[in-house]
């Protein structure tokens, strides 16, 4: 049986006064919640980490991107071994709006994924395609890429704490959130290229996220889906109480 993995990514938001007091108030709830194997926690800022590491024995503690060097002259960039160093034990990879800001490649997720899985740090590699490719009947084919490139050269050992985030760029603070049938369709997909190219166990193990305006109304409905194991989120993670009541669904 997997667990479930719910991650609020909070982008650039929460100071770090914000970002203590949000954990403070959330430990109880997510040790709560392991004992029914769900999962829950949020991907910070970077700056809000050194503060917050400690949690990570209380609940998810990530990061949002990581350099894949150790270290060197890459001016504004965070190492993975930076991230290790401090306890950190998530971190999300690729999220589609690095990909849109910033030009990252799934070839340097595939580089970035492989130093974390080294540094014994959980990826959440992010996947998705963007409204002209959705309205071109090719989200399959953009996934696909995506999967390829960024699990190059991965074993099936990798996938013992492996994330994937399926979200459609077109629902991304859209509060247009893609239908079950779209997250459960897209994520079996994901699922059959992971035993595809690594192996039936790897896809087994692998922990497959639905990401994109989830809120408290409609997390129950992915959260029960057969191959979804849990929801990335992110406007919905910013509030204590409604982000409880959000995970608290996957029961
Ligand atoms: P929203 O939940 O705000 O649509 O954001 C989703 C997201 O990008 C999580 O990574």
């Not at 050194?50 to 002259?73: F, P």
Request: glycine content about 6%; aromatic content about 8%; charged content about 25%.
């Amino acid at each position: 049986m997997r667990n479930k993995v719910i991650i609020g990514n909070w982008k650039m938001h929460k100071n770090i006064d914000e970002a203590v007091t949000f954990c403070k108030s959330f430990k109880k709830y997510s040790n709560e919640m392991k004992k029914h194997n769900v999962l829950v926690g949020v991907c910070a800022p970077y700056i809000d980490l050194a503060s917050i590491a400690k949690y990570s024995k209380d609940m998810i503690i990530g990061a949002q991107n990581c350099h894949y060097e150790d270290r060197g002259a890459f001016t504004g960039e965070i190492s993975h071994s930076m991230l290790k160093n401090i306890g950190i034990k998530y971190c999300i990879i690729g999220h589609s709006e690095r990909r849109k800001y910033f030009n990252e490649t799934s070839n340097e997720c595939n580089k970035k994924i492989k130093v974390l899985l080294e540094d014994n740090i959980i990826p959440v590699y992010c996947v998705g395609e963007t409204l002209e490719e959705y309205e071109a009947n090719n989200t399959k084919k953009v996934v696909e890429k995506q999967i390829k490139e960024g699990l190059k050269d991965l074993t099936t050992k990798d996938f013992d704490n492996f994330v994937i985030a399926y979200e459609p760029v077109w629902s991304i603070g859209t509060g247009k959130s893609a239908s079950t049938e779209i997250a459960e369709s897209v994520c079996k997909y994901i699922r059959d290229l992971v035993a595809k190219l690594i192996s039936k166990e790897a896809s087994d193990k692998v922990i497959i996220q639905y990401g994109g305006s989830v809120k408290t109304n409609n997390a129950y409905d992915y959260l029960h889906l057969p191959d979804v194991d849990g929801v990335l989120v992110g406007g919905a993670s910013l509030e204590v109480d409604s982000f409880k009541e959000l995970a608290s669904k996957a029961l």
